[in-house]
């Protein structure tokens, strides 16, 4: 059974900086993509970041581009995600996911079709 546990959110001020990480268990890490989304109070989910756990290649939302950065660790089998220069519009619950897809699908699929979730965590930038 496929689990993902989300840690690291929290308050940070504009500007700042915090790191989620992913920790996967109960799947051969090697055969999926990790994708990062997150959602606002009345607001659709949208897909942030998504990573290939095969190959590592990664892929950034427009609204990210620059600011946040994906990362693996095959070995520890977490996915990192690494958000600076924070902005009030990112405070959101951020979830991974993961499914037996591509990144490149996972970004644009609508989010009710992926699998597996965490549970969240909440990141809220705010003075």
């Known amino acids: 059974q496929v689990q993902l546990v989300e840690s690291g959110g929290g308050l940070v001020q504009p500007g700042g900086s915090v790191r989620l990480s992913c920790a996967a268990s109960?799947?051969?890490?090697?055969?999926?993509?990790i994708g990062w989304f997150r959602q606002s109070p009345g607001k659709e989910r949208e897909a942030v970041s998504c990573?290939?756990?095969?190959?590592?290649?990664?892929y950034l939302s427009d609204s990210v581009k620059g600011r946040f950065t994906i990362s693996r660790d095959n070995v520890k089998r977490t996915v990192s995600l690494q958000m600076n220069s924070l902005k009030p519009e990112d405070t959101a619950v951020y979830y991974c996911?993961?499914?037996?897809?591509?990144?490149?699908?996972?970004?644009?699929?609508?989010?009710?079709?992926?699998?597996?979730w965490g549970q969240g965590t909440q990141v809220t930038v705010s003075s």
């Open positions: 990573i290939s756990t095969a190959n590592g290649r990664t």
């Open positions: 996911a993961t499914d037996t897809v591509r990144c490149a699908d996972m970004m644009v699929v609508p989010p009710i079709s992926i699998a597996h």
């Open positions: 109960g799947h051969p890490l090697d055969y999926y993509a």
